[in-house]
């Protein structure tokens, strides 16, 4: 299966709970982010210019974990910043496994092979590396030489080791996508699980000179959409065809909420306009209907999975043309 079994119970159970509940807005992934120090500077990250003035600032590890528990969502993603940077990383994912959640682990690498000798593999954890393409690309992009070559050989070792592990690529203007299909034919050979895609978000501290518009993102996902039916991807085929062009979706902004050293940050994961104390009062207290495509002028371009993957989840249950392709989809 592309998803282990576990993971695909716990969600199905959470999803149909809501639904018999009749719970309209519930999230799906927890975004974590303890701590936004990055051992990088990346042109296209919106983070460390975003939280520029707080970026010394962490989450307790008690804070980390009430949030964990604030947020009823089966799944965390723990990222930043670089998490390998939190002080209390691997406490932290041993709390979060105990209460019985679903560990996405983001992280661009650096640290990764000397912190695997602390991990041991878990049946809910999933290491998600950061890889934007060959060794001349990834090192640019990163703005720093020899990032390709450290992420290779920590992805080797935790793969070696049992680790369930895949790898997230974002696709902008300029990214050559046959070097995309050579990447993911290199990560394939020496094992990793499953690719994640998703074109670049517009952050206005950034600029747009790397991100693309949505038609131009349509054009890419084209071929993107062709590569899927060749390599193991995790992210849907719906979002792929919506990513495409082929299928019309409205954004979930609830679906993937964030939790970073600020607050509860709302609406989304990508815009801040506030935030809130706890999850119960950004839920509250968050207007959603001001945003999406065709509302804000700053969703305009998103077609980022953190929206609209969440989705996904609604649009499926509508039609069993869309059951059935998610189902073989995670048979394959």
Known sequence: MRFPMRLNYDLTRYIVSNKLNKIEKYPLVLMLEPTHLCNLA?????????YADTIQEMMSLKQCLDSVDE?????????????????????LIE???ERGKHIYLCTNALLLEK????????????????????????????ERPGTFKIAMSAIRK???????????????????????????????????????????????AVGEKLFLERREIQKKFEEVFEMSKRFRFFSTPMYLRFLKGAKEL?????????????GWKAPCYLIT???????????????????????????AQCMMHCGFEPTVVGEIGKSWKDIWEMFCWNLT
């Open 42 to 50: 990346c042109s296209g990250c919106g983070r460390i210019r975003e």
């Open 71 to 91: 947020c009823p969502a089966p799944v965390v993603t723990i990222t930043g910043g670089e998490p390998f940077l939190y002080p209390h990383i691997f406490q």
């Open 95 to 97: 709390k979060v496994l």
């Open 115 to 142: 912190a695997l000798d602390s991990m041991k593999p878990h049946p809910n954890l999933v290491i998600n590396v950061h890889m934007d393409g060959m060794e001349e690309t990834h090192d640019r992009i990163l």
């Open 158 to 204: 935790a793969k070696q080791l049992g680790f369930r592990l895949c790898t997230n690529t974002t696709i902008f203007k300029e990214t050559d996508l046959i070097e995309i299909e050579m990447l993911f034919s290199h990560l394939k050979d020496i094992g990793v699980d499953g690719f994640l895609v998703a074109p670049g978000f517009g952050y206005e």
């Open 250 to 262: 409205d954004c979930t902004p609830w679906g993937n909420p964030t939790r970073n050293p600020r």
């Open 273 to 299: 306009d506030e935030h809130y104390g706890s999850f119960a009062e950004m839920m509250e207290k968050t207007q959603w209907e001001k945003y999406g495509v065709g509302k804000d002028p700053r969703c």
